[in-house]
């Protein structure tokens, strides 16, 4: 089965310092990863995602994410932090052969940035 | 303008009250699936539809039904609703059930059972 681990409950960091958010995978081959943002009393918004190719990954607001394959991570960064990127941050991944149409969610961070 | 709309919002009811969450989207969409959101939990999948009157179960489909008769409406029904349902629930649309696929998210309906 796949699965999807985001090892931090909350990432707190000061506005203007780089961030990372962390996630990391198990599926069998490889997977298509995907990064949602929810922000106060709203639903998923789309970030970015990878399917194949670069490893780097650049999305909406700013955002980059790098796939790791070794590693089976796929952290979502950004070289400097707003305060408006204070939100809950989810990672998904779908495997392509696993014949569900089914997105596999993370638990979820909560990135604070603070002023 | 494009979206993935939800009602009510908000719900508050009683337990074994039929309830139904309507879900409706304007891009023509072909995929559309229900998830519920709990703290700690992240997202789980209810249900999830291809196309008209295609639907399938996901992760969590106990107490829910779902039905897909037009392909812009996908309602969420509950028959009987318990207070273990009492969630944030959030429904999602993709222009096809392909996996590259991006899925546009509603703006969400909390639903409280006492």
Redesign the interface.
Known sequence: AQSVAQPEDQVNVAEGNPLTVKCTYSVSGNPYLFWYVQYPNRGLQFLLKYITGDNLVKGSYGFEAEFNKSQTSFHLKKPSALVSDSALYFCAVRVPWAGSYQLTFGKGTKLSVIP | EAQ?TQNPRYLITVTGKKLTVTCSQNMNHE?M?W?RQDP??????IY?S?NVEVTDK??VPEGYKVSRKEKRNFPLILESPSPNQTSLY?C?SSLS?G??D???????TRLTVL
């Open positions: 993935v995929y699936s998830y700690g939990l992240g997202l789980r999948q999830y291809m996901g992760d959030f999602a059930p996996i590259t991006t899925q546009y998210f509603g703006p969400g």
